[in-house]
């Protein structure tokens, strides 16, 4: 993999990872979307880039939630990657397809580079949830090496926890992916049935990406007790798991605890090898903006 080369986070590229799209004529079902979960996720370790999640775009690159719909079903036209590099300032876009073989799963990728035009590399990748992910993992972070997109060495080992899941319950986890991402992005006011996220977690007890969706529903809920819950569920089985982290952080905002919130802040600067500084400072202004 890469050496590390400290960048000042507003030179950084952005990457977006995409839900990926089920294989064409084929039954929809979640595993896309889980994957899709799992891969934004290793992607929050790549320091070289700035941190940027699909969930703070969905709307921009969606404009109404059919869209999002039928793109998760493989049923929509293509997105014009080129054009929405441009306008969501995004440099980098992973998308691709999936395709069921017995117990694993061929996940065919493919990455552009909108700055570079017409500059993009693809690669097919075997899934077997037998291995916790690993493996899978490995090989994507081989072909982000070959894109020029590598990993930084002190980050790799945080990409590779062990995600202890089956095909089942990455279907669960997608399906309920989706249903948050639509809940979250049109302004549904009203609260998420939070019963209908424990079957992926109850699928797949020892799931990191299970048990920090269920954090992000109960914190959409406005019931930070239970999303703490979640999340510390989660940091218990990745102590590096950047997305609950960060939901930890914002329960501390939100209930109004300053060294909660700054304690989990400095964890996920620690991680991404930042300045806790900016975390404790960045802490303040969410506080203040909270009680407005």
């Given amino acids: 993999m890469g050496q590390s080369i400290v960048i000042k986070d507003k030179m950084k590229d952005r990457l977006i990872v995409l839900p990926l799209q089920p294989e064409k004529e084929k039954a929809y079902d979640g595993i896309g979307l889980g994957i899709h979960f799992l891969l934004g996720n290793v992607m929050a370790h790549h320091t070289g880039l700035k941190e940027f999640w699909f969930g703070w775009r969905v709307k ?3 404009l109404k939630k059919e869209n999002l719909i039928n793109y998760c079903r493989g049923n929509d036209p293509p997105l014009d990657i080129a054009k929405l590099g441009k306008e969501q300032g995004v440099r980098y876009w992973l998308w691709g397809n999936t395709k069921r073989q017995g117990n694993m799963v061929l996940t065919s990728l493919i990455l ?13 990748l075997v899934l077997d949830p037998s291995d916790p992910l690993i493996e899978f993992r490995k090989g994507f972070l081989a072909w982000l090496d070959a894109c020029g997109l590598s990993f930084p060495d ?3 080992a945080k990409a590779l926890w062990p995600e202890q899941t089956t095909l089942k319950s990455l279907d669960l986890l997608g399906r309920d992916l989706k249903t948050y991402y639509l809940h979250s992005s049109w302004g549904d006011t009203t609260p998420l049935d939070s019963d209908l996220f424990d079957s992926a977690v109850s699928g797949a007890p020892s799931s990191y990406l299970a048990h920090d969706l269920k954090g992000w529903v109960m914190y959409k809920n406005k019931d930070y007790l239970s999303a703490e819950e979640s999340f510390l569920s989660a940091v218990k089985i990745n102590p590096n798991g950047l997305g ?8 501390g905002v939100y209930t109004q605890d300053k060294d909660k919130a700054e304690k989990w802040a400095m964890i996920k600067a620690d991680i991404r090898g930042e300045s806790r500084e900016k975390a404790r400072a960045d802490v303040k202004k969410r506080m203040e903006k909270a009680m407005q």
């Fill in 60 to 62: 921009k690159i969606f």
């Fill in 112 to 124: 552009t580079d909108t700055k570079e035009e017409g500059k993009q590399w693809k690669t097919d």
């Fill in 154 to 156: 002190e980050q790799v």
């Fill in 244 to 251: 609950a982290i960060s939901g930890l952080m914002w329960c």
